[in-house]
């Protein structure tokens, strides 16, 4: 495979040191009204990018001191984690805050100068719906599949998967599944490659993809890719980059990755990058950002583009730090 | 980790390089947003939940509805200070509200960051009173004082409530695909559950089925929009709004939007989720049923008529097709059909798509389909595809690794499933109890 990629003209490989400095600078733009328009997603874009910069193997590339001094930072009383300092906490930063401690191996200073590992656990596990076994976000209510997959990954990463009903929140999730393979953000909605990551990995995490259907689903995430390469997230939709990681890591969950043209895929995600100033956009042409940079970098890594560390298609962590921190 | 909010989407790149002028423009902006953020912050950790302190969450909410923690400010703010007290229901608090928060917050002195402890019950406290049980429509003559206070109340929440859905619908438009802001819509309208008499709640959460018309017209495959739909359908339908089931209406607005765009899968998905329950509460006879699959086959295949590249259309196809195979243990239509009926419909199906062939020899769905079927049949019969099923099916495989090659790996291996390689294995043909035919869904 890799004997084809030599083939790929100089603009279509990936710029490795571009992509780093543009996230290297992100935290520098606090002259820019964007950069404070996004303060709410702070935690989540520092996970996103830390990744990035892990499986393009440059793991320094952030200060892991200043990096770890932020997640604790944004830790509430209670366990939970806000996007950053003063904003309340959630399901989907305190996810974030603790892949970015296991990855950069800091669950000691989490204990240390932190709450504590029990006490974000304890967090998590009040947010599920003991009647229906699915997630909360927040103390306010909103349910969905996002949720109870993110309590899945941080809970087990922790160590404390134990402190929920995992029985219950299978069944919920066997409950989102559709004639199609696919499964819904709740149930009775319809497929969508998000929500398919999102129930897929749950299930992988609970020891129960067996309760996949695994051909149906493979057929439909496989009808994802369009002309041009690209994958889309539901039937007759555009393609974006976000999209290699959603169904990409999907297939390869339930072991289908070769049901797509991998070349073309790699070939469309190359084409959304900003070769000189870094980043990867949802589409070729349009305005980068940190998420589809990390996604669009995860998905060359499930399709072994060379020079990139291996990601973990659960987690969407680098492999090793799922090795280390699962004890594989 | 799978929220989009604040990510770009189909925006053009352009230089990131800003001139002076806009730079310091920025600088002023920031300064502006942080002042007011400062300003919200401030009064909150001094608890004052005022009607002042909620315009200012307004005005920041406008410049950026994903800041969620400004929306928890909100509701906050509407617990403590707006909403009427229903526990203290002879006072009539209904004019503006004192700075008097009902302790029930924690004491961390973290400003809004203080989230409300360590429990996390969606509705703290104030609101259990008051809800269901004694409705305007009960009139269980208590006294009248606290009766007047009570509908004093009521009508002050009702106005907070109202209030608060229009101020979401112009940020919703603008902002369809934001969680945040439909996550709070609905946290209003439970709130109108909570505290209004049910008939009065009703009618808002009616009003509500437009909301989602509105935004199913201008994207109609928005999926919060859809999510949206089908929350309030099921609200309307729950005992606690006095509700009944809205299945007949519901499936005549995805038959509405099926017809303006046949390519609307999720009007399609829809439709196929409401069948089975649209038929148990017609009480449908077995003939009834079998109508009503004609009529979707009907439809459906008239459409594939027209647009056999439209992948929403075959879904829905082979949704129909599962009803007669894949039946047991999932809501069906035809429950009662015996096994040559089944066989007779497949059949019906499979010499119907091979009509198409004659105008669309290009379009691999077909093929796709074809080969399905023919398993699907197979699968009905307990039996290995015979010679002539397995030489259409090696051509139909042909045809399709030349039409799709980007998807050759899916077809290799469904080509090494049915047995097609020269000398290969038994095709994996699932054996499937079609004696069951009784296991009607839900």
Same mark, same amino acid.
């Given at each position: 495979m890799a004997e084809a990629f030599k083939?790929?003209?100089?603009?279509?490989?990936?710029?490795t040191s571009a992509h780093v400095k543009y996230i290297q600078s992100?935290?520098?733009?606090?002259?820019?009204y964007d950069y404070w328009l996004t303060e709410h997603l702070r935690l989540n874009g520092l996970y996103w990018g830390l990744t990035a910069l892990h499986l393009l193997g +440059?793991?320094?590339?952030?200060?892991r001191a200043e990096t770890i001094d932020f997640v604790l930072s944004c830790q509430h009383e209670n366990g939970g984690f806000g996007a950053a300092p003063g904003h309340d906490a959630h399901m989907l930063s305190t996810v974030s805050a603790v892949q970015i401690l296991a990855t950069i191996d800091a669950f000691d200073d989490l204990e240390k100068r932190g709450r504590g590992k029990a006490q974000v656990g304890k967090y998590i596990a009040n947010?599920?719906?003991?009647?229906?076994?699915t997630f909360a976000g927040d103390e306010w209510g909103e349910e969905d599949t996002r949720f109870l997959y993110g309590a899945f990954n941080a809970l087990s990463l922790l160590g404390?998967?134990?402190?929920?009903d995992v029985d219950k929140a299978v069944d919920h999730i066997v409950a989102c599944a559709n004639f199609d393979g696919g499964y819904g953000v709740s149930p009775g909605a319809e497929s969508h490659a998000g929500q398919i990551f999102t129930c897929v990995a749950a299930l992988t995490i609970a020891g129960r993809?067996?309760?996949?259907?695994a051909d149906r689903l493979g057929r439909w995430l496989s009808e994802r890719q369009i002309a041009g390469g690209g994958l889309n997230g539901r039937p007759e939709k555009k393609e974006d980059v976000c999209y290699s990681w959603w169904v990409l890591s999907s297939l390869e969950m339930i072991g289908?990755? +070769?049901?797509?043209d991998r070349d073309q895929l790699i070939g469309f995600i190359l084409r959304c990058?900003?070769?000189?100033r870094g980043g990867i956009s949802d589409r070729p042409g349009d305005m980068v950002d940190v998420w589809h940079t990390l996604f669009g970098i995860t998905g060359l890594s499930l399709l072994e583009y060379p020079g990139l560390q291996p990601v973990d298609e659960?987690?969407?962590?680098p492999k090793s730090t799922i090795e280390r921190v699962l004890g594989r | 980790m799978a929220d989009q909010g604040g990510s770009q989407h189909g925006i053009a790149r352009t230089s990131r390089a800003r001139t002076d002028e806009q730079r310091t423009l920025d600088l002023e902006r920031i300064q502006k947003y942080h002042l007011l953020e400062e300003e919200i912050r401030s009064h909150v950790s001094q608890h004052n939940y005022t009607p002042h302190v909620f315009q200012l969450t307004s005005k920041l909410l406008k410049l950026n509805p994903e800041y969620y923690t400004i929306w928890n400010v909100r509701r906050r703010l509407l617990i403590y200070?707006?909403?009427?007290k229903p526990s203290a229901g002879s006072l009539p608090s209904t004019a503006s509200p004192t700075s008097s928060p009902t302790a029930t917050t924690t004491t961390s002195s973290a400003a809004c960051s203080s989230s409300l402890s360590t429990a996390t019950p969606p509705a703290p406290g104030p609101?259990?009173?008051?809800?269901?049980?004694?409705t305007a429509d009960d009139n269980?003559?208590?006294e009248e004082t606290h009766g007047a206070a009570e509908e004093g109340n009521q009508q002050n929440d009702l106005n907070i409530i109202k209030t608060e859905l229009g101020f979401t619908i112009p940020l919703l438009l603008e902002s369809p695909k934001c969680y945040w802001i439909w996550s709070y819509r609905l946290w209003i309208l439970q709130q109108a559950i909570d505290r209004l008499p049910v008939l009065v709640a009703r009618r808002i959460w009616e009003e509500e089925l437009g909301l989602a018309s509105k935004m199913l017209t201008k994207d109609r495959r928005n999926f919060h929009a859809w999510g949206y739909r089908r929350h309030v359908v099921e609200q309307l339908e729950s005992s606690q709004l006095g509700g009944k089931s809205m299945a007949e209406s519901e499936f005549e607005y995805t038959t509405r939007m099926i017809s303006q765009d046949l390519s609307n899968f999720s009007a399609w998905h829809s439709r196929s989720k409401l069948i089975p329950r649209l038929l148990d509460e017609r009480k449908a006879d077995d003939a009834a049923r079998e109508m009503l699959l004609n009529e979707e086959f009907g439809l459906i295949c008239r459409a594939i008529n027209v647009g056999p590249e439209d992948q929403s259309l075959w879904y829905y196809h082979r949704s129909l097709m599962l009803n007669l195979?894949?039946?047991?243990?999932h809501p069906t239509i035809?429950?009662?059909?015996?096994r040559d009926d089944r066989v007779t419909y497949v059949v019906r199906e499979i010499e119907g798509i091979k009509e198409l062939l004659e105008d669309?020899?290009?379009?691999?769905l077909i093929y796709e389909a074809l080969i399905d079927y023919t398993l699907y049949l197979c699968q009905l019969l307990g039996r290995q595809p015979d010679v002539t099923e397995k030489q259409a099916m090696t051509e139909w495989l042909a045809m399709l690794k030349k039409l799709d090659p980007m998807r050759n790996g899916r077809w290799n291996d469904l080509e090494r499933d049915c047995g097609?390689?020269?000398?290969?294995?038994?095709?994996k043909v699932v054996s499937i109890d079609v004696g069951q035919g009784q296991g009607q869904g839900e």
């Open positions: 083939k790929l003209p100089e603009k279509l490989q990936l710029a992100l935290d520098t733009r606090k002259d820019e +440059h793991p320094d590339a952030l200060p947010l599920q719906n003991r009647q229906t076994g404390l998967l134990y402190l929920v993809r067996g309760l996949v259907d289908k990755t +070769h049901w797509i990058q900003d070769t000189e659960v987690y969407c962590m | 200070g707006l909403f009427s609101q259990t009173a008051g809800r269901s049980g004694t269980n003559n208590t195979v894949g039946f047991v243990g035809t429950p009662a059909f015996s669309y020899d290009d379009v691999k097609l390689l020269n000398g290969g294995r038994r095709p």
